[in-house]
């Protein structure tokens, strides 16, 4: 299958700090990515949706202003989180899609983030 | 949102033995998709199984099948012959078709636990 990559696999920031999340996708064109956030024990949550060379759409809910997606090449988004704070402590999860017949999701390892 | 409901937060299963997992959902649109996916301790994504909503025949992968009732929502993955290696989280996923938006929206997860 088709392999997504994210970077760090884990990050440890300050309180008020910025962070940034790549999610690759290493052999495909990705026209749309996702991106969860994953709370221990519990479901993924989806955050966005952003496609290439648009603005990403928000799930009801989810600070636009806080959690800044961009999405500028078919192989690459990325995940800002300004001005971290440690209730933005969580498992973040991105997955891709190339549109194919199945419209499949190929996820990528995940970031831990702790804000401290 | 799609509302995707696992009703049963653990179970377990005897190495060999078979077990199922439910899942409803509500949806008031016709066309769709419906995963399973497995959340080993890695906490990669991996995809277990697909189920196309306009197919009437119950997809199988291997030992994994899936009972699907349009009609009753409902969306049941059995396992047979449970291996040491399918311990996991498995979560059930609902996705809108592409044009109404790709999104995943996922259940609140099912512990298996596999005992030897």
């Known amino acids: 299958g088709a392999v997504v990559s994210q970077h760090p696999s884990r990050v440890i920031c300050k309180s008020g700090t910025s962070v940034k999340i790549e999610c690759r996708s290493l052999d495909f064109q990705a026209t749309t990515m996702f991106w969860y956030r994953q709370f221990p024990k519990q479901s993924l949550m989806l955050m966005a949706t952003?496609?290439?060379?648009?603005?990403?759409?928000?799930e009801q809910g989810v600070e636009k202003d806080k959690f800044l997606i961009n999405h500028a090449s078919l192989t690459l988004s990325t995940l800002t989180v300004t001005s971290a704070h440690p209730e933005d402590s969580s498992f973040y999860i991105c997955?891709?899609?190339?549109?194919?017949?199945?419209?499949?999701?190929?996820f990528g390892p995940g970031t831990r983030l702790t804000v401290t | 949102a799609q509302t995707v409901t696992q009703s049963q937060p653990e179970m377990s299963v005897q190495e060999a033995e078979t077990v199922t997992l439910s899942c409803t959902y509500d949806t008031s649109e016709s066309d769709y998709y419906l995963f399973w996916y497995k959340q080993p301790p890695s906490r990669q994504m991996i995809l277990v199984i697909r189920?196309?909503?306009?197919?009437?025949q119950n997809a199988t992968e291997n030992r994994f099948s899936v009972n699907f009732q349009k009609a009753a929502k409902s969306f049941s993955l059995k396992i047979s012959d449970s291996q040491l290696g399918d311990a996991a989280m498995y979560f059930c996923?609902?996705?809108?078709?592409?044009?109404?938006?790709?999104?995943?929206?996922f259940g609140t997860g099912t512990s298996l636990t596999v005992i030897p």
């Open positions: 996923a609902y996705r809108r078709v592409l044009w109404t938006g790709n999104q995943f929206y």
């Open positions: 997955s891709a899609s190339s549109g194919g017949d199945y419209y499949e999701q190929y």
């Open positions: 952003s496609n290439e060379g648009s603005k990403a759409t928000y």
């Open positions: 189920q196309e909503a306009y197919k009437q």
